[in-house]
C-alpha cells in the first residue's frame, strides 16, 4: 500500500509539474489569415507569437466578408472585421485577423479612418493590415501592431511612453521608435498570465 502512495503521488507530482509549464488558463491565440494574406508572413507572426503565448493556432486563410467591404475607399471596416472574427473563435479564445487590405474604422467624426489595426479594450478579437507600414522593414512593424491590438484585448490602454508598444500612432507610423513593452504594461500582461520576460 505504501509503495502505491508514493507512486500516486509522484504521479500527481510529474502531472502539476507538466501542467505548470502551460498557460494555466488555457487560453488559446488564433492567428486568422484573410483574404490572400502571404503563408510566409502568417509563419512568421506565429512563430513571433509562441513566445508570448502557449497555445497558438494557425488557421487557414478565409475570405473577408463581404459585409466588411468599403467600396467607396476600396478597404475593409475593420470593426465590422471584428464582429466577424469573434464569431468563429470559443470564450477562452484571442484571434488576430491578418490582413494585406487597407483597413478603417469610424474614429470621432470621421467615418473612415484608416488604421494598422484595431482591437477593443477588453475584446477577445483584433485586426492588424501590413497595408500602412514601412515596405522596408514590414515583419518587424506588423509584429509589433499584432502586440499592440492584443495588448488592447487584455485590456490595455494607449500608454505616454514613446518607446512601448502600446503607444498611440496618432495617424502616424512611429512603430520603428517602439522597443517593448515598458514596465507597467508588462506587468499588467504578465499579471494576466502572458509569458514576457
Known amino acids: 500500500m505504501l509503495k502505491f502512495q508514493k507512486v500516486f503521488l509522484f504521479f500527481i507530482q510529474v502531472i502539476s509539474t507538466s501542467c505548470s509549464s502551460l498557460n494555466t488558463d488555457g487560453r488559446v491565440v488564433v492567428i486568422q489569415p484573410l483574404g490572400g494574406f502571404p503563408e510566409a508572413q502568417t ?8 513566445s508570448i503565448a502557449f497555445n497558438v493556432i494557425r488557421r487557414k486563410n478565409l475570405p473577408f466578408p463581404q459585409s466588411a467591404y468599403y467600396a467607396e475607399r476600396n478597404r475593409y471596416k475593420a470593426d465590422t472585421l471584428i464582429d466577424y472574427l ?5 470564450k477562452d479564445s484571442i484571434i488576430i485577423g491578418l490582413s494585406a487590405n487597407d483597413i478603417s474604422t469610424t474614429k470621432g467624426k470621421i467615418k473612415d479612418w484608416g488604421v494598422m489595426g484595431l482591437g477593443y479594450t477588453p475584446g477577445r478579437a483584433c ?6 507600414l514601412s515596405k522596408d522593414n514590414t515583419k518587424e512593424q506588423f509584429y509589433k501592431v499584432a502586440l499592440h491590438e492584443f495588448g488592447h484585448t487584455q485590456g490595455l490602454q494607449h500608454c505616454q511612453k514613446n518607446e512601448c508598444f502600446m503607444r498611440d500612432a496618432e495617424g502616424g507610423n512611429p512603430l520603428d521608435s517602439e522597443t517593448g513593452f515598458c514596465d507597467f504594461c508588462k506587468n499588467y500582461l504578465k499579471n494576466m498570465g502572458w509569458n514576457l520576460n
Request: hydrophobic letters at 40%; aromatic letters at 6%; a positive charge.
Open 43 to 50: 509563419d512568421s507572426v506565429v512563430e513571433q507569437l509562441k
Open 86 to 90: 469573434n464569431r468563429l473563435i470559443g
Open 127 to 132: 485586426v492588424v493590415s501590413t497595408f500602412r
